[in-house]
């Protein structure tokens, strides 16, 4: 019975780390290196106006994620502004997803921020978070994130 304990401990340990090691290395504020050379980088949190993360494209582009301020029930609103140097290329802008409306007894209850994924450029995997204080944060995954880089230092 102990060797049956002692060698389930062993799995549990050994499979919850890989877990754990997994959702480090995959989640990230960066820098974060992907295989096509771009490379991306996000702030701690930003509020609205403020550019949340960058990333470096490896033909020499760069793209700045800024986030737009939310109205009543209404979702987030990123903006992308691509550059090449200092010359502005092109810009467009995509929703957060947010929870659908309820109804009660009370009335109507707005649904609220919902965790959003984007794929940039076909490459670059971005997650949009926020923090129990309203803030919002960036993480990118399916990279290689930089040493001492994880999503636990959110």
């Known amino acids: 019975m102990l060797r049956f304990t002692l060698g389930l401990l062993f799995f549990i340990i ?15 504020p960066g820098p974060v290196s992907y295989s096509n ?12 106006g403020d550019v949340c993360a ?7 582009e760069q793209i700045k994620v800024l986030i ?6 209404n979702p987030y609103v990123m903006t992308f502004m691509r550059y090449q ?22 009335g109507a209850k707005c649904g609220g921020f919902r965790n959003t994924h984007m794929t940039i450029d076909s490459a670059i995997d971005m997650g949009i978070f926020q923090n129990t204080d309203g803030k919002v944060f960036v993480l990118f995954f399916g990279g290689t994130p930089a040493p001492g880089t994880n999503a636990a230092a959110q």
């Open 14 to 28: 050994t499979v919850s780390g890989g877990f754990a090691a997994k959702a480090l290395a995959d989640g990230s």
């Open 68 to 73: 737009g301020a939310s109205g009543h029930c």
């Open 85 to 106: 140097k200092d010359q502005l290329l092109g810009v467009w802008a995509t929703p957060t997803d947010r929870n659908p409306d309820t109804s009660g007894m009370m």
């Open 37 to 48: 050379g771009d490379v991306a980088t996000a702030e701690k949190e930003c509020d609205a």
């Open 54 to 60: 960058t990333i470096n494209k490896s033909n020499g």
